[in-house]
């Protein structure tokens, strides 16, 4: 069958899935903005009511999606019946006899924690040998580090991995020397290199495991599905402590199952491609997914941010499929520790999203993927109309409290302007908004009670709906918070203020009250200020603003107490926010706790433990002789060959703290002078210096 039959199959299919969920977007949202208008005094009729009643229509669009997509995969869930999905979970058809072809299996890292990220290469390759297809598939760690110190660990922690599986023809490790856009630069990079000796190539990001079969798995579906150029897994949420990890990792298990079955639904060969744990086939990836760079200045022009939408987009022009394969388990990621780590990685977000607004009319693209380009982009534009609306809403409360009515306005009319306020009315709206809002948590719940046996992986059904009444006050008080940032952050993008591309913080460190109260203050203030003024002036709009003041006036210890991994862990041990992983814990995530603890064990020190990297490949004549082994030597002029003495004379006297990252950088790229400085050091005869190098 081609691919072009393929497509018309589930193409027709998936014309009317988008009708009818287009109709059941529209028609609910006139009504609700022709309600939210009645409920206002002037019916709409009034400028600033007018505004108020657009932006509360297109926000209901927007929660309304999300309603609408929970409903159809508890639906599809329950009914056990969906034709045009990938079988990802169905025993396969793959020809026992047939070769399986070679894939590369891919970990660009920028920054990270290297004892973390090898050790979940550990896992996934203790996984793949398992299922006796390992032959087929090779690793490569692609890094664009930048921190000296990073580096030279990653060299050890590389070496370590290889000699403890025995991997050294399976492991590859290269370091770029410029980091060119960013990820999808590196990845690309290594399509020039070596894509053409594969087949397909997964790619993980530095927290991702996924379990062997499932990775033999993907294979087999992209063998038997000759149409599919990106199949994505839906990775799940596990291994954090802190108390908002654990919050999120929770509900990404309860409520993730039914939106990705309703985005597969909707989506069916049009799907996501989220960049990370998931299988894409090289030949059409390298032939059609290269990334051009925007017209203009950054943040909105230069190198595209966020660039898997665009190359699912990209892939989508060229014929090849995009599948969410919902049922594959086994793929698992982690969840940032900090709510101060997810705004950082949310700014990122923000600005690549934003960018894909100038890519909503680019020749050719599917009209879903155009649709997933707004989608992302308004998922943080929606935070600034939010904020709009409530400044538009608290306007409006002082005016009329402010300012007698209007009874005879300057045009004739036969009656008065009788301005009503409908209080029931607005509590019937909020009501109906609050279902729309929270039936999606309730139906989640529903699917796992529904399922023998599943509650107790969440700790009974008690514990479950107790966890989830947490989660939804937890997500309520951080949700104005997450507003303003939001808000701000789609500010200052527009404003042409861009930010960096660094490594993520990956474990349970606590949030300080300096670091809290630095991000916090403003918010606290616009509560206090916003709250005394409605207080004075309409008591009654306080109380329904309540919630959201509540929320930003107490975001400072918000912040700091989601960061405390103790409380996530005592919540964990008196059995809530648990996830099935936590009680029955897969093997894979069994083998990386087991291989991160080899790998974080200091060896023997030649004095004291020493864990800056730089200082170690001169001091340690193990790394020392690696790190020697992976640079390579080139000619440099007289002049950088003068000055990287004076550094190296330098570094000598004063020890490796009086280095700043650059002078350590340029040092590590010239052997000669890691060699001589290592010879150099041993040969101190002042023990203050020797120590300053961990030698004794």
Known sequence: MTREHLHEIWGRKAVWRRAVLLVLL???????GGYMASVLPYKGAVWHETILVIVFTLLFAWISMGFWTALVGFLTL???????????SQPPAFEPGRTMPKT??????CNEYPARVFAGIAAIYKSLAQTGKLDRFEFFVLSDTSDPDVMVEEEFAWARTCRMLGATDHIFYRRRKLNIKRKSGNVADFCRRWGKSYSYMIVLDAD??????????MVEIMEQQPDVGILQTAPKAIGRETLIARMQQFANNVYGPIFTVGLSFWQLGDAHFWGHNAILRVEPFMKYCALPSLPGKPPLGGDIMSHDFVEAALMRRAGWAVWLAFDLEGSYEEMPPTLLDELKRDRRWCQGNMQHLRLLFTKGLCP??????LNGAFSYISAMLWFFFLTLCTAAAIYQALHKPDYFPPERSLFPNWPVWHPAWSIGLLAF????LFLPKGLAILHILLQKGRAKLYGGAFKLILSVIMEVLFSTLLAPVRMLFHSKFVFVTMLGQQVGWGGQQRDDRETAWTDALRFHLTGTLLACIWGSVIFIINRTFFCWLTPILTGLALSIPMCVISSKAGWGRALRKKGFLLIPEELEPPQELQWLE??????????????????RGFARAVSEPIVNALHLKIIRSRKVAPAISTRRHEITSKALELGPDSLSRNEKRELLADPACIASLHSMVWQLSDA?????????
């Open 104 to 109: 590369a299996i891919l970990i660009p890292v």
């Open 78 to 88: 329950r009914s056990k019946f969906n034709r045009f999905s990938i079988p990802g």
């Open 688 to 696: 203050n210096q020797a120590r300053k190098w961990g030698i004794e």
């Open 26 to 32: 529209l028609v609910p949202t006139f009504f609700a």
């Open 208 to 217: 991702s495991i996924m379990s062997g079969a499932t990775i033999v798995r």
């Open 594 to 611: 087991a291989c991160l603890a080899e790998l974080e064990k200091q060896p023997p020190a030649l004095a004291a433990p020493l864990t």
């Open 433 to 436: 908004t609050a279902v729309i």
């Open 368 to 373: 879903l993927h155009r649709a997933l380009f």
